[in-house]
């Protein structure tokens, strides 16, 4: 069990600074963990830093900038002119895996539809499961509010199910667009979502709710295969980034009219509000969200702690994964990368334990995912691989048992500061310590560079 250490005074004697011992030898550091933070102790003499993201403030008035957004939208005409005269809308949710304060921005949102002449039975919600587990009523009255899910229809996405697809033709990279039909039915089509750093697509949000949000797993076997994928992890990497490209188009073939996103610190709170066109109000997001999230590194280490920023990005192995794509370019090669994380849930979408169960080491996933290509899991399976080649992996948690993360190449501790020691014990007593709070969403470079 996860504990941190309890003093037990005795009133008839002095206690003998035990506590100011520990803050000599050691810092002291809190981080995320589920929906709580644990306290962390580093050797003074490993440690070298803690790097997280860029303090910004959270809005002061956020209903107020939601509003201001909206009347101001970039790219595109205001909503409620969009939807003037059109029979419904669609808009398209984050599921419960992603931190976006949607239920903030509906509102706002349907107050715009309402002006446009729309009644509740014309709007209905999409739940961009992408290839996650449906979401629970209880879940989705949490992200969007239980008023909003009395009123309104509200779908989860089922990338497998064939009979609700729509084929648009393909992407000039050749991904097959085939995205759920609801969606390209609508005659109105909004996105909500937060922009934040993502390994794969450079920064999340806007066209990714479309794909892979609601597409069909055939899109998704193309777009999440090998060949659209960089070999090292592309964190706030856009330009000339083909997992992004095809996303991006896949998302204007689909002819989603209109975006509301947010950017947010690492507290969760509303930084930035963007609204209108699916590429141009995006990428004023992403400019305000790299601010935030692009820290430096003094130089690679031999020890990286990270945890991938506490509920609901550690809310399983296979989301917590991302803060390990941050961490495999601040670890040494030969490393050790220590996550913290939760995983309430385990390990997660099936086929990512099934693909590293099956593999006598790491390099046989990566082999197998180039030859094999995508399914559900074994994508994650390939990244997970790809740091365990450079660095050994010890997680902490209390909901994995020991055999299960044998078997996918990972040792597991009770404790950071247990952990700690398994690392020192390779690595030598010299040996650098770097903490990356919330690492899901962190771009690190290296100083100057």
């Avoid at 550091?29 to 644990?38: A, D, L, S, W």
Wanted: hydrophobic share 40%; net charge positive.
């Amino acid at each position: 069990m996860l504990s941190r250490m309890i003093l037990i005074q005795c009133p008839y004697f002095p206690s003998f600074g035990t506590e100011d011992k520990v803050a000599e030898n050691y810092r002291i550091e809190k981080i995320p963990y589920g929906k709580k933070e644990i306290e962390v102790k580093i050797p003074k003499k490993n440690y070298l830093a803690t790097l997280m993201p860029q303090y910004k403030m959270g809005l002061k008035d956020e209903a107020g900038e939601v509003k201001k957004a909206l009347e101001n939208p970039i790219g595109t005409k205001r909503l409620k002119e969009i939807a003037r005269g059109k029979k419904n809308a669609a808009i398209v949710v984050n599921d419960i895996t992603r931190s976006t304060a949607t239920y903030k921005l509906l509102p706002h949102l349907l107050r715009e539809l309402k002006e446009a002449g729309m009644g509740d039975d014309q709007v209905f919600f999409l739940v961009a499961t992408g290839t996650h587990r449906d979401n629970t009523r209880e879940e989705i009255e949490g992200m969007l509010g239980k008023e909003i899910v009395q009123r309104f229809k509200v779908i989860n996405h089922h990338c497998q199910d064939d009979k609700i697809m729509v084929d648009l033709g393909k992407t000039r990279g050749g991904i097959p667009v085939v995205i759920n039909r609801l969606f390209w039915e609508a005659e109105v089509k909004i996105l909500t979502a937060t922009i934040a750093p993502h390994q794969a697509a450079g920064f999340s949000g806007g066209r990714k709710s479309v794909l892979p949000g609601i597409a069909s797993l055939a899109t998704l076997k193309q777009h999440h295969g090998f060949n659209m994928r960089s070999d090292k992890p592309a964190m706030g990497w856009v330009e000339g980034n083909k997992f992004h490209e095809n996303a991006l188009e896949a998302a204007k073939m689909a002819k989603a009219d209109f975006i509301l996103n947010t950017v947010q610190n690492h507290h969760k709170e509303i930084t930035q509000v963007v609204a209108g066109d699916v590429e141009k109000a995006w990428f004023e997001g992403v400019k305000a969200s790299r601010e935030i999230y692009e820290v430096k590194v003094p130089h690679p280490v031999d020890v990286v702690i990270t945890s991938p920023g506490g509920y609901p990005k550690d809310i399983d192995l296979y989301q917590s994964q991302k803060s390990m794509a941050a961490s495999e370019l601040a670890v040494k090669e030969g490393g050790t990368v220590i996550l913290t994380a939760e995983c309430k849930d385990g390990v997660g979408a099936r086929g990512f334990y099934e693909w590293m169960s099956e593999a006598s080491c790491p390099q046989d996933v990566i082999d197998r995912f180039i030859r094999e290509g995508y399914s559900i899991g074994a994508s994650k399976a390939w990244l997970f691989s790809r740091c365990l080649k450079r660095s050994d992996l010890i997680l902490v948690s209390e909901n994995i048992d020991d055999k299960t993360l044998k078997e996918m190449f990972t040792q597991r501790a009770d404790t950071v500061e247990q952990a700690i020691k398994m690392a020192l014990a390779k690595h030598g007593q010299k040996a650098e310590i770097i903490l990356l709070k919330n690492g899901s969403d962190m771009i690190p470079s290296f100083e100057g560079k």
